[in-house]
Protein backbone atom coordinates (compact mmCIF):
# COMPACT_ATOMS: atom_id res chain seq x y z
CA UNK A 1 0.00 0.00 0.00
CA UNK A 2 1.04 3.85 -0.86
CA UNK A 3 0.77 6.28 1.78
CA UNK A 4 1.85 10.23 1.67
CA UNK A 5 2.09 11.82 5.17
CA UNK A 6 2.21 15.66 5.21
CA UNK A 7 2.43 16.28 9.07
CA UNK A 8 1.59 19.99 8.92
CA UNK A 9 -1.93 20.75 8.95
CA UNK A 10 -1.66 24.48 8.72
CA UNK A 11 1.09 27.02 8.60
CA UNK A 12 1.20 30.62 8.92
CA UNK A 13 4.17 32.70 7.80
CA UNK A 14 4.72 36.37 7.17
CA UNK A 15 5.08 37.60 3.73
CA UNK A 16 8.84 37.79 2.40
CA UNK A 17 9.54 34.66 5.02
CA UNK A 18 10.67 31.47 3.69
CA UNK A 19 8.65 28.24 4.25
CA UNK A 20 9.35 24.48 3.74
CA UNK A 21 6.58 22.43 3.65
CA UNK A 22 7.10 18.50 4.33
CA UNK A 23 6.34 14.94 2.76
CA UNK A 24 6.88 11.85 3.34
CA UNK A 25 5.97 8.98 1.80
CA UNK A 26 5.74 5.07 1.65
CA UNK A 27 5.78 3.04 -1.28
CA UNK A 28 7.08 -0.63 -2.43
CA UNK A 29 7.58 0.35 -5.83
CA UNK A 30 11.24 0.44 -6.87
CA UNK A 31 10.08 3.29 -9.44
CA UNK A 32 7.79 5.27 -8.69
CA UNK A 33 7.11 9.53 -9.17
CA UNK A 34 6.58 12.52 -7.01
CA UNK A 35 4.15 15.00 -7.41
CA UNK A 36 3.39 18.60 -5.48
CA UNK A 37 -0.04 20.27 -6.74
CA UNK A 38 -1.88 23.67 -5.51
CA UNK A 39 -4.82 24.38 -4.56
CA UNK A 40 -5.92 28.09 -4.22
CA UNK A 41 -9.19 29.07 -2.79
CA UNK A 42 -10.87 28.52 -5.91
CA UNK A 43 -10.32 25.00 -5.70
CA UNK A 44 -8.67 24.11 -8.98
CA UNK A 45 -5.47 21.54 -8.20
CA UNK A 46 -2.98 23.08 -9.98
CA UNK A 47 0.14 20.74 -11.06
CA UNK A 48 3.47 22.48 -9.45
CA UNK A 49 6.20 19.36 -10.28
CA UNK A 50 6.61 15.61 -11.10
CA UNK A 51 9.58 14.05 -10.17
CA UNK A 52 10.74 9.72 -10.59
CA UNK A 53 12.29 8.07 -8.18
CA UNK A 54 15.90 7.85 -9.79
CA UNK A 55 15.83 11.54 -10.25
CA UNK A 56 17.19 12.93 -6.79
CA UNK A 57 18.73 16.42 -7.77
CA UNK A 58 16.73 19.29 -6.27
CA UNK A 59 14.92 21.30 -8.35
CA UNK A 60 14.36 25.11 -8.63
CA UNK A 61 12.09 26.90 -10.19
CA UNK A 62 11.94 30.97 -9.56
CA UNK A 63 11.48 30.95 -5.87
CA UNK A 64 10.32 27.05 -5.46
CA UNK A 65 12.50 24.74 -4.98
CA UNK A 66 11.96 20.93 -4.24
CA UNK A 67 14.59 18.64 -2.22
CA UNK A 68 13.91 14.80 -2.85
CA UNK A 69 15.79 12.38 -0.20
CA UNK A 70 15.27 9.14 -1.35
CA UNK A 71 17.01 7.57 1.91
CA UNK A 72 14.42 9.47 4.16
CA UNK A 73 11.26 8.93 1.89
CA UNK A 74 10.97 12.67 1.33
CA UNK A 75 10.10 15.44 -1.20
CA UNK A 76 9.72 18.73 0.39
CA UNK A 77 8.64 21.97 -0.83
CA UNK A 78 10.39 25.39 -0.22
CA UNK A 79 8.88 28.32 -0.89
CA UNK A 80 11.55 31.36 -0.57
CA UNK A 81 10.34 34.80 0.08
CA UNK A 82 6.83 33.94 0.20
CA UNK A 83 3.81 36.25 -1.02
CA UNK A 84 0.55 36.36 -0.28
CA UNK A 85 -0.59 34.82 -3.81
CA UNK A 86 1.51 31.63 -1.94
CA UNK A 87 -1.56 31.05 0.35
CA UNK A 88 -3.63 27.98 -0.68
CA UNK A 89 -3.27 24.16 0.48
CA UNK A 90 -0.56 22.18 -0.83
CA UNK A 91 -0.73 18.97 -1.85
CA UNK A 92 2.25 16.09 -2.20
CA UNK A 93 1.19 12.62 -4.02
CA UNK A 94 2.66 9.91 -4.87
CA UNK A 95 2.15 7.55 -8.05
CA UNK A 96 3.29 3.91 -8.24
CA UNK A 97 4.50 1.42 -11.13
CA UNK A 98 3.62 -1.28 -9.66
CA UNK A 99 0.10 -3.27 -10.51
CA UNK A 100 -0.38 -3.50 -6.40
CA UNK A 101 0.07 0.15 -6.80
CA UNK A 102 -3.13 1.11 -8.82
CA UNK A 103 -3.52 3.39 -11.33
CA UNK A 104 -3.98 6.50 -9.69
CA UNK A 105 -2.70 9.52 -7.30
CA UNK A 106 -2.50 8.74 -3.36
CA UNK A 107 -2.61 12.20 -2.00
CA UNK A 108 -1.63 13.44 0.99
CA UNK A 109 -4.08 15.75 3.68
CA UNK A 110 -2.18 18.35 2.78
CA UNK A 111 -0.73 21.76 4.31
CA UNK A 112 -3.08 24.89 4.46
CA UNK A 113 -0.50 27.63 3.55
CA UNK A 114 -1.52 31.27 4.73
CA UNK A 115 0.54 34.14 4.06
CA UNK A 116 0.21 37.57 6.14
CA UNK A 117 0.79 40.94 4.46
CA UNK B 1 -5.43 25.77 -24.47
CA UNK B 2 -8.94 25.00 -22.61
CA UNK B 3 -8.24 22.86 -19.51
CA UNK B 4 -10.47 20.64 -18.50
CA UNK B 5 -13.84 21.52 -17.45
CA UNK B 6 -16.40 20.48 -15.44
CA UNK B 7 -20.17 20.86 -15.04
CA UNK B 8 -22.10 21.79 -13.48
CA UNK B 9 -19.72 23.22 -10.87
CA UNK B 10 -22.25 22.97 -7.95
CA UNK B 11 -25.03 20.63 -7.35
CA UNK B 12 -27.55 20.14 -4.31
CA UNK B 13 -29.28 17.20 -4.21
CA UNK B 14 -32.20 15.84 -2.11
CA UNK B 15 -31.05 12.67 -0.54
CA UNK B 16 -32.45 9.52 -2.98
CA UNK B 17 -32.04 11.64 -6.01
CA UNK B 18 -29.48 10.42 -8.73
CA UNK B 19 -26.54 12.85 -10.29
CA UNK B 20 -24.72 12.76 -13.04
CA UNK B 21 -21.15 14.83 -13.52
CA UNK B 22 -19.65 15.80 -16.58
CA UNK B 23 -16.31 15.86 -17.18
CA UNK B 24 -14.57 17.29 -20.45
CA UNK B 25 -10.81 16.69 -20.56
CA UNK B 26 -7.92 18.44 -22.50
CA UNK B 27 -8.35 17.38 -26.05
CA UNK B 28 -5.97 14.42 -27.31
CA UNK B 29 -5.48 13.27 -23.76
CA UNK B 30 -5.86 10.17 -23.93
CA UNK B 31 -6.44 9.08 -20.06
CA UNK B 32 -9.19 10.45 -17.73
CA UNK B 33 -9.42 10.31 -13.75
CA UNK B 34 -11.86 10.84 -11.41
CA UNK B 35 -11.27 11.55 -8.00
CA UNK B 36 -13.70 12.18 -4.22
CA UNK B 37 -12.56 14.96 -2.11
CA UNK B 38 -14.25 15.60 1.25
CA UNK B 39 -13.69 18.62 3.19
CA UNK B 40 -10.29 19.55 4.54
CA UNK B 41 -8.88 16.12 2.77
CA UNK B 42 -6.87 15.39 -0.02
CA UNK B 43 -8.41 14.14 -3.04
CA UNK B 44 -9.24 9.83 -3.10
CA UNK B 45 -9.07 8.16 -6.08
CA UNK B 46 -12.68 6.46 -7.88
CA UNK B 47 -11.85 5.43 -11.18
CA UNK B 48 -9.49 5.42 -14.06
CA UNK B 49 -10.42 5.14 -17.95
CA UNK B 50 -7.78 4.96 -20.85
CA UNK B 51 -9.44 5.85 -23.95
CA UNK B 52 -13.01 4.20 -23.53
CA UNK B 53 -11.82 1.46 -21.38
CA UNK B 54 -12.25 1.75 -17.78
CA UNK B 55 -9.39 0.08 -16.33
CA UNK B 56 -9.37 0.96 -12.39
CA UNK B 57 -12.98 1.29 -11.04
CA UNK B 58 -11.13 0.33 -7.16
CA UNK B 59 -12.32 2.79 -5.35
CA UNK B 60 -15.81 3.55 -6.25
CA UNK B 61 -17.22 3.32 -3.21
CA UNK B 62 -20.32 1.56 -3.81
CA UNK B 63 -22.72 0.09 -6.68
CA UNK B 64 -24.18 3.42 -6.61
CA UNK B 65 -21.47 4.72 -8.46
CA UNK B 66 -21.14 4.66 -11.81
CA UNK B 67 -18.77 5.96 -14.76
CA UNK B 68 -18.46 5.83 -18.42
CA UNK B 69 -16.55 7.57 -21.16
CA UNK B 70 -17.78 6.23 -23.91
CA UNK B 71 -16.46 7.69 -26.80
CA UNK B 72 -12.83 8.35 -25.35
CA UNK B 73 -13.11 11.73 -24.29
CA UNK B 74 -16.14 13.07 -22.64
CA UNK B 75 -17.01 11.27 -19.27
CA UNK B 76 -19.82 11.18 -16.92
CA UNK B 77 -19.70 10.41 -13.27
CA UNK B 78 -23.18 9.08 -12.34
CA UNK B 79 -24.23 8.11 -8.41
CA UNK B 80 -27.77 6.85 -7.81
CA UNK B 81 -29.85 7.14 -4.62
CA UNK B 82 -27.15 9.58 -3.50
CA UNK B 83 -26.80 9.77 0.33
CA UNK B 84 -24.97 12.29 2.54
CA UNK B 85 -21.96 10.95 2.52
CA UNK B 86 -21.31 11.45 -0.93
CA UNK B 87 -21.03 14.96 -0.16
CA UNK B 88 -17.86 16.31 -1.60
CA UNK B 89 -16.38 17.86 -4.12
CA UNK B 90 -15.76 15.46 -6.92
CA UNK B 91 -12.29 16.63 -9.03
CA UNK B 92 -11.85 15.05 -13.15
CA UNK B 93 -8.35 14.92 -14.09
CA UNK B 94 -7.20 14.31 -17.41
CA UNK B 95 -3.27 12.82 -18.57
CA UNK B 96 -1.82 12.75 -21.94
CA UNK B 97 -0.51 9.74 -22.49
CA UNK B 98 -1.80 6.27 -21.64
CA UNK B 99 0.24 5.59 -18.34
CA UNK B 100 -1.34 6.47 -15.26
CA UNK B 101 1.82 8.01 -13.97
CA UNK B 102 2.13 10.92 -16.42
CA UNK B 103 0.97 14.06 -15.26
CA UNK B 104 -2.66 14.75 -14.21
CA UNK B 105 -4.40 18.20 -15.06
CA UNK B 106 -6.98 19.10 -13.04
CA UNK B 107 -10.37 20.43 -13.07
CA UNK B 108 -11.80 23.02 -11.42
CA UNK B 109 -14.60 19.82 -9.61
CA UNK B 110 -18.37 19.72 -8.75
CA UNK B 111 -19.08 20.24 -5.57
CA UNK B 112 -22.01 17.88 -4.49
CA UNK B 113 -24.57 18.90 -1.81
CA UNK B 114 -26.38 16.00 -0.60
CA UNK B 115 -29.42 17.31 1.66
Known amino acids: AQKVTQAQTEISVVEKEDVTLDCVYE???????LFWYKQPPSGELVFLIRRNSFDEQNEISGRYSWNFQKSTSSFNFTITASQVVDSAVYFCALSGTEKSSGDKLTFGTGTRLAVRP | GAGVSQSPRYKVAKRGQDVALRCDPI?????LFWYQQALGQGPEFLTY????????KSGLPSDRFFAERPEGSVSTLKIQRTQQEDSAVYLC?????????????FGPGTRLTVL
Open chain 2, 93 to 105: ASSLGSFHTDTQY
Open chain 2, 27 to 31: SGHVS
Open chain 1, 27 to 33: TRDTTYY
Open chain 2, 49 to 56: FQNEAQLD
